[in-house]
């Protein structure tokens, strides 16, 4: 029997429309505490996006090291396992790895290649002990791989995907041959921060991994010997593969897209080198994202009406007052719109977040454009969108193939030099 939680893409020290989380990470790691005490897993993985940014703030910092020192003082068995996501800065994530080791905390973010050029697969094993001290599994602790990191694939359609489908199948095989060096054999576990296709993404918090669509990968890149595979990338929870794959969600809201996401972290059960249940336990949700309208959007009159009827809980403390998304119809230009919407939530307990403006131009794909406050629609905005636009309107038709070839090379060097915040 060994017992594993899984989660993934918590996102510290996330600045949210210019607002900060902490307390809600702060909330939600105090609960997790909680939970692993309550439910004494042999194990807990985390499959990358620890922080938000590369450059993750003191404070955020010091809410991840004051949570791990809590959790090995009071499971100090419990073994951690940590991977780097494409928002991490994955050396800066790994550095603190040898005094984490000591603690049974184990980081992952880098991947290493030897003076033969080869990549070492056996810094992704990561053995589990059971409560009886045998190892019960192997953890294959893969981060997110950058085009860099993954091996050369000879005659490959795509040199990124084969070249992760070929680094599972070297860290499998690593894997395989290590078990086998164990009575009885333990069964393995992979991680992954990756797009899996046919994934339900999001689009405003994820960051797309590679721009242009070949960046999903296949049910079939996890070898069935694989009892369960551990994802993070994307930030609403669902499996594929009867189960066997599992994005485990991220643990609060990132944006207001996910706003109506089931949030929560996995519990997993083995016996016999099987999978017996995953059991989902709900992250309480400590601030409200809410959405005046709740659905699509309104003219301004009637949205600053509904605003004015907003009743919010007096008793809430500023940290914990909900965060706001106003969603505005519009009927033309209006300078005064913002000072209309504020004037009606005066003396409210509310943090507004955001002002959409839903144009009849947007309105087709329910796009929908911001106006002054928030940055996050930038985001939105694919590269490619921009430049298949500029494109049409310059020449009259869309690009060929090779100059879209041209063009997403190109923009692989540019987010490959602005580091993992692509
Ligand atoms: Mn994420």
């Known amino acids: ?44 993985i985390v499959s990358g996006d620890i922080f938000d940014t590369i450059n993750p ?41 040898p ?13 290493v290649w030897n003076d033969q050029n080869e990549i070492e697969y056996d810094k992704f094993l990561i053995p589990i002990r059971n409560k009886q001290s045998e190892v019960a599994a192997i953890v294959l602790a893969v981060p997110f791989l950058r085009p860099s990191d993954v091996p050369y694939v000879q005659d490959a359609s795509d040199p990124y995907l084969d070249g992760i489908n ?36 999001s689009r405003d918090s994820e960051r797309r991994i590679i721009i242009g669509g070949s960046e999903s990968i296949g049910v079939g890149t996890f070898n069935p010997e694989i009892v369960y595979v551990a994802l993070g990338h994307l930030h609403k929870n669902q499996s594929f593969d009867q189960g066997r794959i599992r ?68 008793s809430l403390t500023p ?41 009849p131009r947007s309105q087709a794909d329910t796009d929908l454009l911001d106006t002054d406050l928030d940055q996050n629609a930038l985001d939105w905005i694919q590269p490619e969108e921009v430049f298949l636009g500029a494109y049409e309107q310059k020449y009259e038709s869309p690009p060929d193939a090779s100059v879209m070839k041209a063009f997403h090379e190109v923009l692989q060097i540019v987010l490959h030099s602005e580091g993992t915040e692509s």
Request: some cysteine; charged content about 25%; hydrophobic content about 40%.
């Open 319 to 359: 940290e914990q007052y909900p965060f706001l998304e106003v969603r505005v119809r519009e009927e033309g230009p209006d300078p005064a719109r913002r000072r209309k919407i504020e004037q009606a939530l005066e003396g409210k307990p509310l943090r507004l977040a955001s002002i959409k403006v839903e144009t």
């Open 1 to 44: 029997m060994l017992k594993v939680f899984h989660t993934a893409d918590w996102h510290l020290g996330q600045s949210f429309c210019g607002f900060d989380r902490d307390f809600e990470h702060a909330q939600f790691l105090e609960w997790l505490l909680a939970s692993l005490e309550s439910h004494q897993p042999d194990a807990m």
């Open 57 to 97: 703030s003191a404070v955020s910092q010091k809410r991840l090291y004051d949570f791990l020192s809590k959790v090995s003082r009071v499971l100090p068995e419990m073994q951690i396992v940590l991977t780097a996501g494409n928002h991490d800065a994955a050396a800066r994530l790994e550095a603190p790895a």
């Open 166 to 201: 070929e680094f599972y199948r070297k860290v499998t095989e690593a894997a395989l041959k290590l078990a086998s060096q164990h009575s009885p054999s333990p069964l393995l576990i992979a991680m992954g921060h990756c797009h899996v296709s046919g994934g339900d993404e």
């Open 247 to 314: 994005y485990s969600g991220s643990p609060i809201p990132l944006s207001f897209a996910e706003s109506h996401y089931r949030h929560q972290v996995i519990k997993l059960t083995f016996s016999d080198n099987a999978l017996v249940t995953a059991e989902e336990l709900l992250v309480p949700r400590a601030v409200q994202l809410l959405k005046v309208p709740a659905k699509s959007c309104d003219v301004l009159s009637e949205v600053i009406h509904q605003l004015e009827a907003l009743s919010i809980d007096e």
């Open 99 to 111: 005094l984490l080791c000591s603690m049974n905390i184990h980081v992952v973010g880098t991947v």
